[in-house]
């Protein structure tokens, strides 16, 4: 008994304890990386105050950054499993450090335009190669705690990175130019030093091959990757249409919106540890559309909000399926592909997401000027039909995670 409770690993242990140190060397970069994500949230306002573009001109260069973005999870997904995990990921890194640069000291409106379209191709070329080093790197039971470890530390990269950059801007914008192309080289020099090569050799000629048919080709990927947009197009509001709503729908000020939306990386940040362990217990595929579920009451509950603290509230409801989905989405991916192709198919995941950068914003104001009920009940609806989708699929993720273990 005595042998026992001594063996018992710690709270802390419990958490962060047990995973691979390469597993480490990625975690570390990535939050370093985040810490620099500086230009990003700026670059609308970079654009149009310190290159003096019209609103226009700058949705013409984010339409661009956007067109870069939908190649860049295939692209990247195919050099992860063709030139390797670490390659892929040192060079899409020294690519970002590049493009940045590029784009900071670019003055004319085409040196901007052909900037802003490398960097959507090159800034989350890292994502397949990250996903697919996580599931080559940390066995099928400890994924969802590396997965939701991966994104709280983007979380808090991020959220610390956003103030700092605010403040840096004031200063010059040139400052979160370097700075962002800095931790972007020093991710690549920590993965490339530390972290080992893990793609397996292709497979023998006369079995089952790959390229992205083969991906195409998996019902339940493609349906799995349809529940991911689902998703991707209901939170991607956020950052696009929610703002707008708020502010000049029901008339917050942009301070009553920021400290309500603080709310959400804060939740993150001192929620989702605690939880990723109890979580990545639970049957997946139920798990995900639970989340799902949470996240469409949330949004829904947004076409009633009038003032900050029912926002707040919102806020809350949403962001708790979004911890309960943290590492859950990843382990789901993992277990569907071979080894062999985890590149691609974290690409096409990953593809989703750039698809809904696009999709959001267009059918968000295409529903907000309708009226606020039809956008946040829409969405609402959506978030449903994916939750029942992860349902319907579950079965067949099942068997494959079982084949997979």
């Known amino acids: 008994m005595t042998n026992a409770l001594a063996e018992k690993p710690s709270f802390l242990r419990s958490k962060v304890g047990g995973l691979p140190k390469p597993f480490w060397a990625l975690w570390s970069g990535t939050l370093v990386n985040r810490l620099g994500t500086m230009v990003l949230p700026f670059t609308g ?16 260069v984010m339409a661009l950054f956007g067109a870069g973005s939908l190649i860049s999870q295939l692209l990247a997904g195919v050099l992860t499993d063709r030139i390797g995990r670490r390659a892929t990921l040192a060079g899409g890194m020294l690519a970002t450090a590049a493009a940045m640069m590029w784009l900071g000291y670019s003055t004319s409106l085409p040196s901007i335009l052909a900037a ?63 700075i962002n192309a800095a931790t972007s080289v020093a991710f690549a020099v920590l993965v490339w030093r530390a972290v080992p090569e893990t793609a397996p050799p292709p497979p023998a000629e006369g079995t089952a091959g790959g390229g992205f048919g083969t991906v195409l080709r ?11 947009l689902g998703n991707a197009i209901m939170y991607s509001q956020t950052f696009t249409m929610l703002p707008v709503a708020m502010t000049k729908v029901v008339g917050l000020s942009t301070g009553e919106f920021g400290l309500a939306m603080a709310l959400n990386g ?4 001192v929620v989702q540890p605690l939880v990723s362990n109890w979580l990545g217990r ?17 949004f829904a509950l947004t076409g009633f909000v009038t003032n900050v603290a029912m926002l707040a509230l919102t806020i809350v409801v949403w962001t708790a399926g979004e911890i309960v989905t943290a590492g859950i989405v990843g382990t789901i991916v993992a277990a569907l592909a071979p080894a062999h192709l985890r590149g691609r198919y974290s690409g096409l995941y990953g593809f989703a ?10 059918a968000g104001s295409a ?39």
């Open 45 to 60: 306002v970079y654009l149009t105050q310190a290159r003096g573009l019209s609103v226009a001109a700058a949705g013409l």
């Open 116 to 178: 802003m379209f490398v960097l959507g191709v090159v800034i989350d070329a890292y994502r397949p190669a990250s996903n697919a080093l996580v599931a080559d790197l940390v066995s099928p039971a400890e994924r969802p705690r590396a997965y939701g470890l991966l994104f709280w530390a983007i979380n808090l990269g991020y959220a610390v990175g956003m103030t700092a950059g605010g403040w840096l801007a004031e200063l010059g914008f040139l400052w979160l130019f370097w």
């Open 218 to 228: 998996d019902r339940v990927m493609v349906g799995f990757t349809l529940v991911v």
């Open 266 to 269: 804060v939740l993150i940040v």
């Open 282 to 298: 639970l049957d997946a595929p139920v798990t995900l559309a639970t989340g799902l579920a949470v996240m469409a009451v949330g």
């Open 353 to 362: 997401w750039s698809a809904s950068t696009v999709l959001a914003p267009l």
């Open 367 to 405: 529903l907000l000027g309708v009226s606020p009920g039809a956008l946040w009940f829409t969405l609402g609806g959506i978030g449903m039909l994916s939750a029942a989708g992860m349902i319907a699929l579950g079965p067949a993720v099942r068997r494959r995670s079982a084949l997979a273990s």
